[in-house]
């Protein structure tokens, strides 16, 4: 056979844009395969810890993050936010989160592994509304008399206090979640994981 005539450039260059043709098609076929065995972006989501920057959350300031698809919420508490805990215990249906499977960092009366943060799950215990952060300050706009600051669910009025305690003659059943949080550093939370050695 002869091979007179046949260009030899055009031959490899053939083989080598056949090669990268199969190559990518290969590679098309096996993303659907390979991709099976990750697990989703929502499976991911529903477990995976989330951290929070609290380096520039002033005192009386409210951050909010995403975990497991739920708003939670970290308030930095002023000093007279912790002074004003100890004076409305009588108002309160478990001012000690009794009622309620917390963790055990979370059955004090400041509800909190710092006192100063508050970390808590942004949905209300009565039908999942999530209530608004109101200072103290703005108590008055949402009619609410000897307001220390707090939560308030617009949906059907259940307030909580600055610990999520929730207050006496409302809908809401229990206190407001306290998920498993842990702090890596002064200024980073984890949610989602609880501190070493907690029950």
């Keep these: 056979m002869s091979t007179e005539g046949v260009d030899k450039g055009r031959r490899r260059f053939l083989i080598a844009a056949t090669t990268v043709v199969g190559g990518v098609g290969v590679a098309f076929a096996a993303y659907p395969f390979l991709a099976y065995w990750q697990p989703s972006a929502k499976a991911q989501a529903a477990g995976a810890p989330v951290e929070a920057d609290i380096s520039k959350l002033e005192p009386g300031q409210k951050l909010t993050l995403e975990w497991r698809g739920k708003p939670v919420w970290i308030v930095r508490r002023t000093q007279e936010n912790l002074k004003d805990l100890d004076t409305i215990g009588d108002q309160l249906r478990d001012p000690k989160s009794e009622a309620s499977k917390q963790p055990e960092y979370a059955t004090n009366e400041v509800r909190s592994i710092k006192p100063e943060y508050f970390v808590a799950v942004g949905i209300c215990t009565h039908l999942g509304c999530s209530p608004m952060y109101v200072t103290q300050e703005e108590g008055a706009a949402h009619n609410l008399s000897n307001w220390k600051g707090g939560f308030f669910c617009p949906c059907h009025g259940s307030r909580f206090d600055l ?33 070493k050695g907690a029950a």
Excluded: C, I, K
């Design 163 to 195: 610990a999520g305690r929730v207050y006496q003659d409302v809908p809401a059943p229990f206190n407001l979640e306290v998920p498993p949080y842990s702090f890596l550093s002064d200024t980073v939370v984890m949610v989602g994981v609880d501190p």
